[in-house]
């Protein structure tokens, strides 16, 4: 079966540091992968998505990028956080046609 | 873009009744998720449903896409299902989610 991880689950970071998050799939082969952001109180804003190694699509220009190195890996990066960067960040996984499952999320606060 | 739409945006319950969801899309979709998301932050799937109707357990819900809508029922609702529910249509290997239903269920 297909799992999808996310690390780390929680993370506190001062405004103005580089951030890296990981999300990894299991069970499953060339997958579409995203990446969202939830605002406290609001609903998912897509931010990036991929459909192969090296293929990233922006949704929303900001200061955060993603990368995918491998098949079931997406990473999200930013070289210098914003306040307004805090938030839960999901990743997801799906294949063409079929269903969108979410990771557990990490839950970001810039200080 | 394509627009969508959920309402009512919360609603309160006491435990045992039943509710019904709705999520309205402004242009045709490939397909149609409905999620609940959990008070720990977790999204569940609970259908995939671009037509029809479907059932599990004490939910369901029924897909119009020739109307632009999609529906989810929960009957005898239990506090664990208080949290928010998603509509999410997908347009080009897209998901659109709408704003979100706010459900609690009190004891």
């Known amino acids: 079966s297909q799992t999808i991880h996310q690390w780390p689950a929680t993370l506190v970071q001062p405004v103005g540091s580089p951030l890296s998050l990981e999300c990894t799939v299991e069970?499953?082969?060339?997958?579409?992968l995203y990446w969202y952001r939830q605002a406290a109180g609001r609903g998912l804003q897509l931010l990036f998505y991929?459909?192969?190694?090296?293929?990233i699509s922006s949704e929303v220009p900001q200061n955060l990028s993603a990368s995918r190195p491998q098949d079931r890996q997406f990473i999200l990066s930013s070289k210098k956080l914003l306040l307004s960067d805090s938030g839960f960040y999901l990743c997801?996984?799906?294949?063409?046609?079929?269903?969108?499952?979410f990771g557990p999320g990490t839950r970001l606060t810039v200080l | 873009g394509i627009q969508v739409e959920q309402s009512p945006p919360d609603l309160i319950l006491q435990e045992g009744a039943n509710s019904t969801l709705r999520c309205n899309f402004s242009?045709?979709?490939?397909?149609l998720q409905w999620f609940h998301q959990n008070p720990w932050g977790q999204l569940i799937n609970l259908f995939y449903?671009?037509?029809g109707t479907k059932q599990n357990g004490r939910l369901s819900a029924t897909t119009v896409a020739t109307e632009r809508y999609s529906l989810l029922y929960i009957s005898s609702s239990q506090t664990t299902d208080s949290g928010v529910y998603f509509c999410?249509?997908?347009?080009?290997?897209?998901?659109?989610f709408g704003p979100g239903t706010r459900l609690s269920v009190l004891p």
């Open positions: 999410a249509v997908e347009v080009s290997q897209n998901f659109v």
């Open positions: 997801a996984w799906s294949v063409w046609g079929g269903q969108e499952f």
């Open positions: 449903i671009p037509s």
């Open positions: 991929s459909v192969g190694i090296g293929q």
């Open positions: 069970g499953t082969s060339n997958p579409n």
């Open positions: 242009d045709s979709v490939n397909n």
